[in-house]
Structure formats: structure tokens, C-alpha cells
């Protein structure tokens, strides 16, 4: 049963843009402009960071999480124009895949529906959207559509 927290004290040094719930309602994952993804433990009323991601190098702006058929993973986009997709490995989170192909904040990430596969679609603010699939041969492909959306 998941039970309700008031109040959780994650630590980020600067002003968090996303906080994401698991599947399960287990684990939570938030993102800052201090650069940073905390991963929390959230069970009996409590919490427990489990793990600290730092490799942007810019704000984060938004995180999500991926159906749990695939494991733990997460994906996470940037001011930096990055998207990396991190995996939990034992009980350490590690670089699954780095997408750095925009030319501005890549601003928005999300999963397909899991039934469509490993899919994870990210938008930036240059006007494009990039698409980012695992493939049978367990590698990253990527497709991105230019002038996907208008850039005001």
C-alpha cells in the first residue's frame, strides 16, 4: 500500500522543475537547476534517497520514468541540450545512453506506451522532436524531425 508523505526534504540547492512517482509508487525522481536527478525510497509515511545524478550541465527540467517491464530507467532532459537515459544496475545508477544532437534545452521527455517498445520522445527548443527507440540489436536509434514545432 503507498502511503502519503507530507513533506519530502530532497536537498536540491536550487528550484526543483519535476518530480515523477514510479509505477509503483515506490520510488520518486526530481530534477533542479542545481543540475542535479535525486532518486527517493518513499515507504511508510518516509523517505530515502537512494541515489544523486549529476552529469547535465545545466538546469534539468524534467524527468520520467520508464514502464517497469524494462527494469529501472529513467530518462531526464536538460538546458544543457542533453537526454540521458540512466539505468538502475544492482543498486547503482549508471549512463545508459547520452542523446546530445539538439541545438537548444531539450525541454520535455516521455515515454511511449511500453507495448510500442523502448521509446522515448523528446522535444527542444529548437523546433525539433527526436525519437529515441532501443532496438532489437540493444543500441540506441535515433530520429529526429526538424521544425516539429513552432519556436516562438
Not at 519530502?8 to 533542479?32: K, N, W
Not at 537512494?50 to 529501472?72: C, D, I, K, S
Request: charged share 20%; net charge negative.
Amino acid at each position: 500500500m503507498v502511503s502519503v508523505v507530507s513533506n519530502v526534504e530532497t536537498g536540491h540547492h536550487d528550484m526543483i522543475h519535476d518530480a515523477q512517482m514510479d509505477f509503483y509508487g515506490t520510488r520518486l525522481a526530481t530534477c533542479s537547476s542545481d543540475r542535479s536527478i535525486k532518486i527517493f525510497e518513499v515507504k511508510g509515511g518516509s523517505h530515502t534517497l537512494l541515489a544523486e545524478l549529476r552529469e547535465h550541465e545545466g538546469p534539468v527540467w524534467q524527468v520520467t520514468w520508464a514502464h517497469p517491464m524494462y527494469g529501472n530507467i529513467l530518462a531526464s532532459c536538460s538546458y544543457d541540450r542533453k537526454v540521458i537515459i540512466w539505468q538502475e544496475d544492482g543498486h547503482k545508477w549508471r549512463k545508459l545512453h547520452e542523446y546530445a544532437n539538439h541545438d537548444s534545452s531539450v525541454n520535455s521527455v516521455c515515454w511511449a506506451p511500453h507495448e510500442h517498445g523502448l521509446i522515448l520522445a523528446c522535444a527542444s527548443s529548437d523546433g525539433s522532436v527526436s525519437i529515441l527507440s532501443y532496438t532489437s540489436s540493444h543500441t540506441w536509434e535515433a530520429k529526429k524531425i526538424t521544425n516539429a514545432h513552432t519556436v516562438s
